[in-house]
């Protein structure tokens, strides 16, 4: 069962907090979901949600890095974070008994972060070698040109990393004024999933977080220009690497779950209409996929593969073709009965454990303001008519692709 305690008085009544108890599980995984991420970063301190996800784990005012670090290995658990374009996460997940050690362990980083000079410089050197690193990555390469060229002079089209120059230049007191405005209460949700005590939970993040309250939601007003045709980088690898972009729909649009059946269509699964053609039938790649991302007021339809430099210009031909035979015609009823069944199948294989129920249940809140039922989500699905489906296919993918390309010749 879902339990929420949503603060009914503002910045001042604390977090909000949402548990999924599961009686039966040998574990508990509790995280904070910061309601603010690389979009939300001026230019010369780009990367800083992303230091911030570095630095909370180097030490607090009573615990130093080490010491965190052995309370989570003695549990035989983990404990760690990512950063994302529009939220920062912070997560534990230990054996079932240990709720109050992960929420205190998490609150402590969140609320008391020593953020010591020496620490930021030693970490400043691990994010330029995370950066030398992803720049060594055609992968990674070709999808930071991808949302360069979709969301051109925008932070959505930012890598959530930073640049080298804006992590070099970025000061100690720049970070501790982001944290500081950023990392509080309406901006903060605490989920947890497992053997939960939620009135307990709801207790300890009310005191652990009383000192930080106060804040606002970011303002996302930027406004979105016309998507680039697209960008190439020349390097000797063995492998072209490409990605295909179209401008998607907002993480709350209604139409977003025909979308998702739709692009699980195309190029979503073993069975869609990309693999079967472009690696089945044609040899042209190992790996093709299509995704989707939904962001507060926009969103992205990606296809992305990668093939040898002689078979790369075949590859764009075959996909501009299934990517508009689909538009322009739609996809098959059998073929939506196959997504509709494979989804529902997914949700329930992905949500076996703690740590995927906690992290759903911390996304939905922070991202949406509420937490879908599951068989509400299902009875979604199975409203979703082929019409539903074909029309918002053929609204965003009769546009020309923005492109991105990485290999020889590019």
Sequence with gaps: MVELTVPHDGPADGPSVVSERMPDAHSVSVGVWVGVGGRDEHNRIAGASHFLEHLLFKGTDTRSSRSIAELVDATGGEMNAFTTKEYTAFYARVPAGGQELAT??????????????????????????????AADDPDDVVGSLLYEEVFPDHPLGREVLGTSESVTIMERDD??????????????????????????????????????????????????????????????TEA???????????????????????????????????????????GLAYSIFAGMSGYQDTGLVTVSAGTSPEKADELSTVI??????????????????????????????????????????????SLLGRVLALDEYVSLLREITLDDVNAVLAELLTTAATTARVGPGS
């Design 104 to 133: 205190s362990l998490l609150a402590d980083v969140i609320t008391s972060p020593a953020l010591r000079p020496e620490d930021v410089d030693s970490e400043r050197r691990v994010i330029l070698e995370e950066l030398n690193l």
């Design 175 to 236: 970070i501790v004024e982001f944290h500081d405005h950023w990392y509080r209460s309406p901006n903060l949700v605490v989920a947890a999933a497992g053997d939960v005590d939620h009135a307990m939970l709801v207790d300890q993040v009310s005191e652990a977080f009383e000192d930080r309250r106060g804040a606002e939601h970011p303002v996302r007003d930027d406004l979105l220009t016309e998507a680039g045709e697209g960008r190439s980088v020349s390097r000797q």
């Design 320 to 365: 501009a073709a299934q990517v508009g035979e689909v538009a322009a015609q739609g996809i098959t009823a059998e073929e939506l009965e196959i997504a509709r069944d494979g989804f529902e199948g997914s949700i329930l294989l992905g949500l076996e454990g703690t740590g995927s129920r906690m992290a759903r249940l911390g996304s939905s809140q």
């Design 240 to 282: 072209v690497h490409m990605a295909w972009g179209w401008r998607g729909l907002r993480r709350d649009d209604p139409r977003r779950h025909a979308l998702s059946l739709g692009v699980h269509v195309l190029g979503g699964g073993l069975s869609s209409r990309l693999f079967q053609t472009v690696r089945e039938d044609l």
